[in-house]
């Protein structure tokens, strides 16, 4: 209790001050017994209105930060302690850092445009080779999830692999306070995020402040053909290790051979050593994420052999160039987000893909781009129109507008399609596509892509 109070600058408003509890919830639908219950104020929720149900699954105890909303429990009821701190989300997070500090893993940070999740996946596939390691579940990767993921860091744990998400410049700056990264990773810079940061530049600072983090005796992981994070490395006061595939690196990917439809073999080149390694997802840009994985395994001390064993045997997280073979066609589920880089790294997914029949781009609009959005999704409607894509069908407003800048720029009518909703797609795709064709679909989190497969599949299966 004295470490909790400590911790989260609190005082105990009730209950004993010898109280212990193990774990800790901010869901009163998914507490267990005994765990720490923090009433976490959201702008469509408020955790202090679940304290009775929390207690009721014999939570041991809980944080507030109103007295006025501990509930009165029945006479004969146990009694959970309360601890009340200023601000709950603070607590949380606070209590997240003390015990990170007490655990004392070497803790690995990964932000960037594109890739978090993917490389924070690889990264934990080549140290669990070797160390007992934790990763960020899921995309806990924000102010919530981040704390809660380094709460469950148990004293074994050597390593943790922890994905940082940020909208708004100070937010990465407070995630690696709370979590005091050694080693940081910034996947790649680009367009995303600028309703709240307007400009590229903005979002390279933003995402600077993982780099700023890191001390003296620090590791930055720099993608060594992005120029926006080689910039950000050029003054750093922490150890540089570099990769890359078309620029000198310390860490870079030569021999690349693709794997048809099934990723790339290819050969690293390290520190004047070399290792052949094979990995088995599409996408050029995945052979970045691994080179990310392989520097940040070789700061750990992981040999080799051991992260080529890692890497061959990792999974992603699904809607991540998930492939769905159904009835005799391939779907190629990349649902999961977008921005202009990551809808051209797709499109460069479906175009080298092998098929036997035609190749469909089902496109959603590309969200947060402010200013810039309806630029950025005539771009890729001219893209489309230069490349051998056989169909290309958009959802949304602005999808619509790369749709109609592909016909503008000569592709023939009957192959653009400017669905109105994702059910109206679904609808021309069951009608049209047809054994052997392959389906690519993207489009940000908001714009929901998967309700357009998920009705593909459900019309196809009457």
Sequence with gaps: MKKLLRAVRGELARGDAAGRFEGVS???????????FVCIVGERFDGHDFLAQAFEKKAAGAVVSSREKIPALPPDAPKPFVVQARDTLAALQDLAHCHRNSVSPRVVGVTGTNGKSSTKEMIASVCETKFKTLKTGGNLNNHIGLPLTLLELAP???????EMGMSAAGEIRRLAEIARPDIGVITNISEAHLTQLKTVKNVQSAKGELFESLGGEGTAVVNADDPLVLDLARSLRARRITYGIDNEADVRAGNIRPRPDRGFDFDVSMFGKSFPLTLPFLGRFNIYNALAAVATGHSLGVEPEHMAEGLAHCRLLGQRSEIIHHDSMTIINDTY??????????LDILVQYRSAGRKFF???????LDES???????????????????FVTVGPLAGLAGQRALDAGMERDRVVLAENHEAAADYLSRN???????LFKGSRGAAMEKAIQGLLKKKAL
């Excluded at 901010?26 to 720490?36: A, E, F, H, N």
């Design 26 to 36: 901010i869901d009163s639908r998914t507490v267990q017994p005994g765990q720490l």
């Design 156 to 162: 074994g744990h050597e390593v943790a692999v922890l």
């Design 337 to 346: 987000n977008a921005n202009p880089r990551s809808m051209l790294a797709a």
């Design 362 to 368: 089902v496109m959603g609009d590309m969200l947060e």
């Design 373 to 391: 959005a309806p630029s950025a999704h005539a771009g890729i409607g001219e893209e489309v129109a230069r490349l051998p894509v056989d169909r």
């Design 433 to 439: 596509a047809r054994s052997g064709d392959c389906l």
